[in-house]
């Protein structure tokens, strides 16, 4: 059954340490912080770590080859911290200690390499050419250890969730899915950001009224879970972007320019 831990707070009580470290965006050094204050945070403080790091890989990765190295180092770190940390007993929560090491940024971040790879791999094709045979060896070596670890919510490993995207990306902009209607796919990219904030009410709506778990088939109710969050995070994400997105937008432009 669909577990509503998720939506709880990772500490009984807001602290002022809490607030604090979630306004500097660092609430994701701490498995009681990186949840707790606002559903979702997590991917915040993730993106800000990244955000600091970007100059540096901006002038460091060049080509595709070295955004595969990069991707090959992100996967070793996350493997090695990923064994030292899943068999240590660092805070008496093992919910909480296994959502953290899910979530934290060293677990995040070969996502990233994915898709600072998938911009080179849309720039031109062919790059993956240029991709060292050692640099491909590693990378098929690592990816299988990634997977079967029992910190892993989904049911596959994220990094796989993160390949088919990339797939999907690179064949969406090259022409290849013409079977699906572009100017959907448009209109999702247009109103993600307002999905991405709705979904979340969206969800624990759905657990409040128990429409999340259909059958004991984990594939068919995954893929019912889906059709369901996403349809109604699009209708309330068109409201949300025509009547709050769209006027901020306007007015944010008159400010500026």
Known sequence: MYNLSYWQASQPNITIG???????????????WINSLVPGGWSITVEMFFYVLFAFLFKKIESINSGVMFLNFTLLFKLVLQEFLQYGNFISNSYLWRE????????QLPIFALGIILYFLIENPNNI?????????FFVILLPLQIGSKFDF???????????FVVFALLLSKGKLNFL????IRYIGKISFSIYIIHFI?????ARFHLIDFCNNGLINLSLRFILILSFSILISTLTYRLIEIPLQNLAQKKLF
């Open 18 to 32: 809490n607030v604090i470290s979630n306004f500097f965006y660092c609430h994701g050094l701490s498995p009681y």
């Open 100 to 107: 953290f090491t899910f979530y934290y940024f060293p677990s």
């Open 202 to 206: 969206v969800i624990a709506w759905l």
């Open 129 to 137: 050419k240029l991709v060292k045979t050692k640099n491909l060896a």
């Open 181 to 184: 209607s572009k100017s959907f």
């Open 154 to 164: 989904l049911y596959l490993n994220h990094i796989i969730f993160g390949i088919i």
